[in-house]
């Protein structure tokens, strides 16, 4: 799990992924059959399939997580030296006065007005990046509008579970990297496809598929779960296994592959369980729409605390995806 919290870690917020690709790239050279980077961003490992497998030769899969996190980035530096800024991608209200990193290295801290007008429910225009400057000309020193932050928060290591920022979707990446390093005899060719921007729009995953135009695709992302205090109901859990979508927002899995995913998972004692998800989505629901269509299905982390800077997973799930993918890339991802 070193390896995961490094790259959770890692600063990469939508459009600015070039470290963590980097890092990524040096995980996965060696056991590709080859690595690109396209025009967005996307890194795209091609794994060959085995000699054996000769019948399955025209089809390939497509397996992608990304890279990116969710950040900030500044509209507007006052007189007085603090930043103004909005989201990029899905950021709440939960980041007040917690720390930014810039690109740079510069760190600030979240603020909020305080006026007793000032509404309850605050938004992102109400608050505001401290990075210690005193003056416009002192902050615009350090950082000028346009510039990006990630959050900043340590990773912790507990008995089963790891908390940190962006686990959403480095444990994704993770998956995907010790997939790729154990698969021995794919069956068919496979292209693990570590995706930019899709925090800002599932923006790599659409020009990564149609360059490769897949039969199948997985993607591998994170979930959210309904087993805390007075939650929204789902049927997914912590420690309960990699869990198969069904349906999200904006996706319906093939039930060709899904039959498939199962069958391994069971036969192979993975555990699992199903989601379904009424709001967000994953890289999958463009990559299944792109020409004639893919085939496609998703293997989910389960995550509590979803878009915080102390997302929680459960490293058994962890195991159970990477287990569940390796089959996949041996065997076949989709039942005959
Ligand atoms: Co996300
Ligand atoms: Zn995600």
Redesign the pocket.
Known sequence: MELAMKLCQTYGPAGREDRVREMIRSEVEQKSTSVSTDRLGNLICHVQASERSQEAKKDSLMICA?MD??GVIITHIDEKGFLRFTGV??VRNAVLHQKVIFENGVIGTIGAETKPQTPKDLTLTNMFIDIGASSKQEAMGKVRVGDIAAFHQDAVMMENRLVTKAL??RIGCFCCIEALKRIRSPILDIYFVFTVQ??VGLRGARTGAYALAPTYALAV??TATGDTPECARMDVALGKGVAVKVKDMMFIANPKVNDRLLMLAENNSIPYQLEVLER?TTDAAVVQLVREGVMSGVLSIPIRY??SVSEMCDTRDVQATIDLLVHVCEQGPAMP
């Open positions: 990304h996190e969710i991608g899905g959403d979707d899709e925090e992302d994170v967000g979803l878009h």
